[in-house]
Nanobody
Framework: VQLQASGGGLVQAGGSLSLSCAAS????????MGWFRQAPGKEREFVAA????????YDADSVKGRFTISRDNAKNTVYLQMNSLKPEDTAVYYC????????????????WGQGTLVTVSS
């Protein structure tokens, strides 16, 4: 499975961005998807995840109510809609995948995209 993340950029605090992660392969619908982020000097942290069917999601407390993960299995794509962005959301955002059920630790994911930078100015 190959993943290609896109949609990062520079936005002012309070603004919105939408990230996309396109997956290759014909078995996308069998894989759970997760978004993680890593700020400079910090460890990679879980942001949000969605199971293979798209009917169960889980968000980190830090983004709950502001970020929404979704997927379109027909387009082999997972999305992360980010609203009410804060400067502390600044990081490189990565999408990742594992079979079937999501996990919240990065070590449980098998495949990773290259990351897309999100910068939130105050």
């Amino acid at each position: 499975v190959q993943l290609q993340a896109s949609g990062g950029g520079l936005v002012q605090a309070g603004g919105s961005l939408s990230l996309s992660c396109a997956a290759s392969g014909r078995t996308f619908s069998s894989y759970a998807m997760g978004w993680f982020r890593q700020a400079p000097g910090k460890e990679r942290e879980f942001v949000a995840a969605i199971n293979y069917r798209g009917d169960t999601t889980y968000d980190a407390d830090s983004v709950k109510g502001r970020f929404t993960i979704s997927r379109d299995n027909a387009k082999n794509t997972v999305y992360l809609q980010m609203n009410s962005l804060k400067p502390e959301d600044t990081a490189v955002y990565y999408c990742a995948t594992r079979l079937h059920w999501y996990a919240i630790t990065w070590k449980e994911y098998n495949y990773w995209g290259q990351g897309t930078l999100v910068t939130v100015s105050s």
